[in-house]
């Protein structure tokens, strides 16, 4: 009961986040939305590759924390939900192109992402062995 609570609590404080980053005015409007989604998606995904290595191999921490922090706070910060709703905003806009192209790059770059974060977290155990 303890995950489940943790989970709760984390993705508030996520999804809370990510609304407040989605408050920024953006120049251009509505249609720029996307950038901003595309941006938590990748921070998102940089950070738990990064929050997993460092919790498992690293800083160990409690299961339920390290679960609400992973799946709570970064899956309630990050959204996929919002990147269909965008692609599909894109597409019925008139841009087919630039809707897969947005599609396309948020998934690849936010793989990546989740390499570097990986990868960073395998750097500074090298660096601060536990």
């Known amino acids: 009961m303890k995950k489940v609570a943790s989970v709760g ?10 609304h407040l980053i989605q408050m920024i005015p953006i120049l251009g409007g509505e ?9 938590i998606n990748i921070s998102g995904s940089f950070l738990l590759g990064f929050l997993v ?4 191999r690293l800083v160990p921490v409690s299961a339920e924390l390290r679960t609400g922090i992973t799946s709570g706070v ?14 599909v905003f894109l597409f019925d806009s008139g841009y087919p192109l630039l809707s ?30 536990a």
């Open 9 to 18: 609590i984390g993705g508030a404080v996520g999804a809370i986040c990510r």
């Open 31 to 39: 249609f720029y939305r996307p950038v901003l989604t595309m941006a």
């Open 53 to 56: 290595i460092l919790f498992v």
């Open 74 to 87: 970064i899956g309630g910060y990050t959204t996929f939900s919002t990147l269909c709703k965008e692609t």
């Open 100 to 129: 897969c192209a947005y599609l396309f790059f948020s998934v690849t770059i936010g793989l990546t992402a989740a390499w570097l974060g990986i990868c960073a977290a395998k750097r500074l155990e090298r660096r601060f062995p």
